[in-house]
């Protein structure tokens, strides 16, 4: 269990986004937090900011993954504000039918109630980029879901 602020914003975040409830997701974010993505590929955003912003960024996520977060472990910073968050995606992307195994480290930033004002998150875009690229699936043959 989450023991700071800032660790139980990680906590919720991954929950929710997992199960796709991004409106409440969207409400762990102050009005005009920001998502940082410093490894985002061209044509994705390294940044974008405020609740509507977000909520638009993400709005795709729960027909593009099915994914559950795994192993999640926080290390320890001097300020319960921030956190600093180790986990993995585990799941599929839902267009291709490929595994989505990813590996994330994510900083998090609170405000004094707990709402996060700054979210970066360190993932592989690469894997992503493959998990989304039609072609064989996880068995060796191509994968159609009707789209």
Same mark, same amino acid.
């Given at each position: 269990?989450?023991? !700071?602020?800032?660790?139980? +914003? =990680?906590?919720?975040?991954?929950?929710?986004?997992?199960?796709?409830? @991004? $409106?409440?997701?969207?409400?762990?974010?102050?009005?005009?937090?920001?998502i940082?993505?410093?490894?985002?590929?061209v044509?994705?955003?390294?940044?974008?900011?405020?609740?509507? +912003? @977000?909520?638009?960024h993400?709005?795709?996520?729960? $027909?593009?993954?099915? *994914?559950?977060?795994?192993? @999640?472990?926080?290390?320890?910073? =001097?300020?319960?504000r921030?956190a600093?968050?180790?986990?993995?995606?585990?799941?599929?992307?839902?267009? !291709?039918?490929? &595994?989505? $195994?990813? !590996?994330?480290?994510? /900083? /998090?930033?609170?405000?004094?109630?707990?709402?996060?004002?700054?979210?970066?998150?360190?993932?592989?875009?690469? *894997?992503? =980029?493959? +998990?989304?690229?039609?072609?064989?699936? &996880?068995?060796? !043959?191509?994968?159609?879901?009707?789209a």
């Amino acid at each position: 269990m989450a023991g !700071t602020p800032a660790q139980h +914003a =990680v906590s919720e975040h991954l929950r929710l986004l997992s199960s796709g409830r @991004l $409106e409440e997701w969207v409400d762990l974010f102050s009005t005009d937090g920001v998502i940082e993505f410093p490894y985002a590929p061209v044509g994705v955003p390294a940044r974008v900011q405020g609740r509507d +912003a @977000l909520l638009d960024h993400m709005s795709g996520f729960p $027909e593009t993954f099915d *994914v559950e977060f795994v192993d @999640l472990t926080f290390h320890d910073t =001097v300020d319960p504000r921030r956190a600093v968050a180790e986990f993995r995606s585990t799941g599929w992307a839902l267009p !291709t039918g490929k &595994p989505y $195994e990813q !590996t994330c480290i994510s /900083v /998090v930033y609170t405000d004094d109630t707990g709402r996060i004002t700054r979210y970066v998150d360190y993932w592989n875009p690469l *894997v992503a =980029v493959e +998990a989304l690229t039609p072609g064989p699936g &996880p068995t060796g !043959t191509a994968v159609d879901f009707g789209a």
